[in-house]
């Protein structure tokens, strides 16, 4: 009986454990989530400032992306289970691009910031999304890109199916 106990007391004390860094890691993130949105809004300040630039007039989601149709395209829009082709330029705020290039797979491949993004454009459409780390690649690396970057992409819809 006395090892039951044993066993049950230990078993509690590692879901109280779990319980606390699942707090926290919820508590980081909704941080994180928070650095995000101020960083991407001074990105949006900074670019409006400068009248060399495009003007951003983006709209936030409620999964937090930014987002801006800067040319309508025709037809019906994607969905998370289209396979597109699109034409893309990816940077991070400072302006660093990390990739550019044309890919054709299905949405459900891509970051969950495309997945959201992506179908509020049709084919022939141009968009500018600008994503939080939460919804890139979050707290880790991805190839030059460093852990806990909201991302910057300008996206042409070329068709999907």
């Known amino acids: 009986m006395s090892r039951l106990k044993y066993v049950f007391s230990a078993l509690a004390m590692v879901m109280v ?34 009248t060399s630039k495009t003007e951003i007039n983006a709209t936030k989601d409620d999964n937090g992306i930014y987002y801006q149709v800067i040319k309508a395209g025709t037809g019906t829009y994607p969905t998370t289970s289209s396979t597109v082709n699109i034409n893309y330029t990816g940077t991070l705020l400072n302006g660093t691009q990390f990739d550019k290039g044309n890919t054709n797979l299905p949405l459900t491949n891509y970051i969950r910031g495309w997945q959201l993004g992506i179908p509020r ?13 939460g919804l ?14 909201p991302l910057v992409f300008v996206i042409d819809m070329i068709s999907f199916r």
């Open 17 to 50: 454990v779990f319980a606390a860094c699942k707090k926290d890691s919820d508590s980081n993130s909704g941080k994180q989530a928070e650095i995000d949105d101020a960083a991407i809004q001074a990105y949006i300040a900074a670019n409006n400032a400068d």
């Open 121 to 133: 454009i049709n084919t022939g459409g141009r968009l500018l999304l600008l994503i939080p780390s």
């Open 136 to 149: 890139a690649y979050g707290s880790s690396s991805q190839g030059s890109i460093p852990p806990n970057s």
